[in-house]
C-alpha cells in the first residue's frame, strides 16, 4: 500500500508492536523479579493456601517463556480464575483479579478512569487555549514588554510543581477568597455544572504548568514560521501582520503542537497520581497509590498497562494528525 493508506498501516503495525513490548517489558519487570513472585502478586494477608492458589494460576512452575504466553493469552483471550470453590471466568481483555478484593482488574479500572478522563480532557482544552494562544500572543509582541512579562510567566510555570500549584490554588481560591468549592468529584451525567465547577481548580492545576511548554514552543514555531519566504510574500501583497499570524503562520506551526499534546495526554493520564491524591479525585492514581500500599500487585500491572495503553494510541493519533498537517510525512 501507498499514499495515506499505506501511512495508517504502518502507523498501527506500530502501535501493535510498541503494546507488545510494553506487555513484555511489564511481565519481566513484576513477574520474573527476584523472590516469592506468588506471595509478592497474592500480597501480605494471603494465606499460605491462598499463595500456593496463585501459584499455580500463575504457572510458576513452568518456564519464563511460557508464563508469559499464558499471561498474553489472558489479555487477549480471557482466562478462568479459582475463587475456593468455584471458578470465575474472566473475559478478554484480562487484567488480572485483584486478591484484595476479589474484583477483576479491568472492572476497577474501568470504574476509576472516568474520573481521569475527566480531569485530563478538561486540563487539556484549558492548556492548549491558555498554551497557544500565549505563545502566538508572544511571538506576535516579539521584543516589546508584553512578550518579556508572558516569558517570565511561562518559566514560572514550568519550573512550578503541580503539587505546589495546586495547593496554593486550593487555599486562595477555595479558603482565602471562596470563589471554588473544595474539589469533590461529581459524575458528568449526574449533574454536568457540579462537575466541571468541582473539577476547574484540577484542572487549573494540571493546565498552567503544561500550557508553559505549549507556549514556548508555539512562539518558537510561530518565530520560525514568519521568517519563511512565503510569510515574507504575504507582506509585500499587503495583509496585515495580523492575519498573517493568525491564517498562515499558526498553521504552520501547528504539526509539533499537535505532537507535543499527544506526549502530555500520556504522560497526564500517567501522572495524575499527585494531581488525583491533592484533590482527592477516586481516579486511576489514587486507585494506583492505594494498590501500591496494599502491593496489590496485579492492579499495579493493570494499570501500568492501561496507561501504556494510552501513551501508545496518543501517540499513533498524534501521527496521523500530524500527517494531515503536512502531507510530506506521509511520503516519509
Known amino acids: 500500500m501507498s499514499g495515506f493508506g ?28 527476584p523472590g516469592d513472585v506468588a506471595q509478592i502478586t497474592c500480597g501480605p494477608r494471603c494465606s499460605p493456601e491462598q499463595v500456593h492458589q496463585v ?13 508469559y504466553w ?13 475463587t475456593g470453590t468455584a471458578v470465575a471466568h474472566c473475559p478478554a481483555p484480562c487484567l488480572g483479579l485483584s486478591y484484595q478484593s476479589d474484583q477483576q482488574v479491568l472492572d476497577i479500572i474501568l470504574t476509576k478512569l472516568p474520573v481521569s478522563l475527566s480531569l485530563v480532557a478538561g486540563a487539556m482544552v ?15 509582541r516579539r521584543g516589546r514588554l508584553t512578550e518579556r512579562v508572558l516569558t517570565v510567566l511561562t518559566l514560572a510555570g514550568w519550573a512550578t510543581p503541580v503539587f505546589v500549584l495546586g495547593l496554593i490554588l486550593m487555599i486562595v481560591v ?8 473544595f474539589p469533590e468529584y461529581v459524575n458528568l451525567a449526574d449533574d454536568p455544572e457540579q462537575w466541571a465547577w468541582n473539577l476547574l481548580l484540577p484542572w487549573l492545576s494540571l493546565a498552567l504548568i503544561e ?16 521568517a519563511e519566504d512565503h510569510i515574507r510574500t504575504f507582506r509585500a501583497y499587503g495583509l496585515s501582520e495580523r492575519a498573517i499570524v493568525g491564517r498562515h503562520a499558526l498553521r504552520g506551526a501547528l504539526a509539533p503542537v499537535i505532537a507535543l499534546n499527544a506526549n502530555n495526554v500520556g504522560s497526564a493520564i500517567g501522572g495524575a497520581v499527585l494531581t488525583e491524591t491533592l484533590f482527592g479525585l477516586p481516579g486511576i492514581g489514587q486507585e494506583l497509590v492505594h494498590a501500591v500500599k496494599v502491593v496489590d500487585l496485579p492492579v499495579v500491572v493493570g494499570m501500568v498497562l492501561v496507561v501504556g495503553f494510552f501513551v501508545v494510541i496518543a501517540n499513533a493519533v498524534a501521527d496521523v494528525l500530524y500527517a494531515v498537517a503536512d502531507r510530506r510525512v506521509v511520503l516519509a
Open 6 to 33: 499505506g501511512f495508517l498501516l504502518r502507523r498501527a503495525l506500530g502501535a501493535a508492536v510498541t503494546l507488545l513490548a510494553i506487555s513484555v517489558l511489564v511481565y519481566v519487570v513484576f513477574y520474573a523479579t
Open 55 to 67: 501459584a499455580a494460576q500463575l504457572k510458576l512452575g513452568d518456564p519464563l517463556y511460557l508464563r
Open 174 to 181: 477555595c479558603g482565602e477568597l471562596q470563589l471554588l468549592p
Open 70 to 82: 499464558h499471561f498474553l493469552e489472558g489479555l487477549l483471550a480471557g482466562q478462568d480464575y479459582s
Open 126 to 140: 484549558l492548556w492548549l487555549v491558555l498554551g497557544v494562544g500565549t505563545g502566538v500572543l508572544s511571538a506576535w
Open 211 to 226: 500550557a508553559a511548554a505549549f507556549a514556548r514552543l508555539t512562539r518558537t514555531a510561530v518565530l520560525e514560521t514568519l
